[in-house]
């Protein structure tokens, strides 16, 4: 198995792409050890000393270091890591233990959002190694939570407000802004 590694937006973040699938659908997003427990891959990442957070998306993993760390020791030890969870045939998430997301009733507002962020937004977060989830829309307000890579990016910020925020605006009138939530 060949990994490959691509630098992203958040230099305390890395993507790593094992060449096979790795989420068949949805993401994962483990903001901390013990968060977890349902993924053996997951499990096996936090075991490095110095990994901060794990993010599980179709094709490729992105983990982010805590500040102390050092790329060059936490970078070999995770890539060996995610060589021996493909080599064990452990499943990437344990059947059963994913929670599943309340959707609620979508009206047509927010589902015209969801799509513009699904084909315009998520493509673009992913070949940096992040994901943007859709969490509400209330009172002409957009709430998108950061995930992987772009979560504590620098830039994050700024791709909100100039990128989505303006897109959603053009798209939706009824739009007014975006904001971050945890």
Not at 146 to 175: R, W
Request: with cysteine; aromatic share 8%.
């Amino acid at each position: 198995m060949f990994i490959q590694t691509e630098p992203t937006p958040n230099p305390a973040t890395l993507k790593f792409l094992p060449g096979t699938v790795v989420m068949g659908q949805g993401t994962a997003d483990f903001a901390e050890a013990s968060r977890a427990a349902g993924s053996p891959l997951a499990t096996r990442l936090f075991a490095i000393e110095g990994v901060g957070s794990v993010f599980l998306g179709t094709d490729f993993i992105t983990v982010a270091k805590i500040d102390a760390a050092d790329w060059q020791v936490v970078k070999p030890q995770v890539l060996a890591a995610i060589m021996d969870h493909y080599n064990s045939g452990d499943p990437v998430i344990n059947p059963g233990s994913e929670a599943a997301a309340a959707t609620g009733d979508d009206d047509g507002i927010v589902m015209q959002i969801k799509e513009l962020l699904d084909t315009r937004v998520r493509p673009a977060v992913a070949q940096d190694g992040g994901d943007i989830i859709f969490r509400a829309f209330e009172d002409g307000i957009v709430y998108l939570h950061l995930q992987g890579a772009c979560s504590g990016c620098p830039s994050s910020s700024a791709t909100l407000k100039h990128g989505i925020e303006n897109m959603l605006k053009y798209y939706v009138p009824e739009v007014m802004a975006v904001q971050a939530v945890e």
